[in-house]
C-alpha cells in the first residue's frame, strides 16, 4: 500500500509514461512478489489496513487483487468495459463496496437492487434505505467511481453523492 494518497498520485503520474515491456515487467514483478508473500504461512485472520484507513482480514487481499486488475483493465480504456467482467466478480465487487459504504454518516441507507432480485444493504443508518436498482454493472460502477449512476433508477430523488473510496 502507499504510505498516503498524495504518493499514490505522485506514483502513477511518475511510473504512467513508462514503455510498455516496462510496465509489463513491473506487472510480473509485482504478480510474482505477491504470490510468493500469499503462499508464505500467515494469519490470514488479521486485519490489515487499505486505502484511505479501511480494513479488512488479510484473506480478503487475493479478491483485492483480482478487483485492482480486473477494474485497471477497464480503466485503459483498451476496450475492455465493466459488462466484460464475469458475475462473480461484479457480485463481489458490489458485496465489498457496499460493506465499505456500509454505516457511513455522509450517505443515506441504501437499498441497491440487480435483475434477478439480488440485493444488497449499504450507507448510514437513518431513515429507511433508499431503494436504487440497475444492471448489476452499472451499480459497481456507480459504487467504485467509474460511472455516474445514469443508467440506475433511484426512487425518492436523484442518487445521492457517494463519499471517496
Keep these: 500500500m502507499y504510505p498516503d494518497a ?16 516496462v510496465q509489463l515487467g513491473d506487472v510480473r514483478d509485482t504478480d510474482a512478489r505477491f504470490h510468493r508473500v500469499a503462499e508464505a504461512p500467515a494469519d490470514w485472520a488479521r486485519t490489515v489496513t487499505l486505502r484511505n484507513g479501511v480494513t479488512d482480514v488479510a484473506a480478503r487481499l ?29 457480485t463481489r465487487e458490489i458485496e465489498f463496496l457496499a460493506e465499505r459504504f456500509a454505516g457511513n454518516p455522509d450517505l443515506p441507507a441504501l437499498a441497491l437492487t440487480a435483475p434477478g432480485g439480488r440485493t444488497w444493504n449499504t450507507g448510514g443508518t437513518q431513515d429507511g434505505p433508499l431503494p436504487v436498482s440497475g444492471p448489476a454493472p452499472d451499480l459497481m460502477g456507480w459504487l467504485s467511481g467509474r460511472r455516474d449512476g445514469a443508467a440506475l433508477k433511484c426512487e425518492g430523488g436523484p442518487l445521492p453523492a457517494l463519499p471517496p473510496l
Excluded: K, Q
Design 62 to 90: 487475493p479478491f483485492r487483487r483480482w478487483g485492482e486488475i480486473e477494474l485497471h483493465h477497464v480503466d485503459l480504456g483498451i476496450g475492455r468495459d465493466l459488462e466484460d467482467l464475469s458475475e462473480e466478480f461484479v
Design 6 to 21: 498524495d504518493t499514490r498520485d505522485a506514483e502513477i503520474e511518475r511510473d504512467a509514461a513508462r514503455r510498455l515491456d
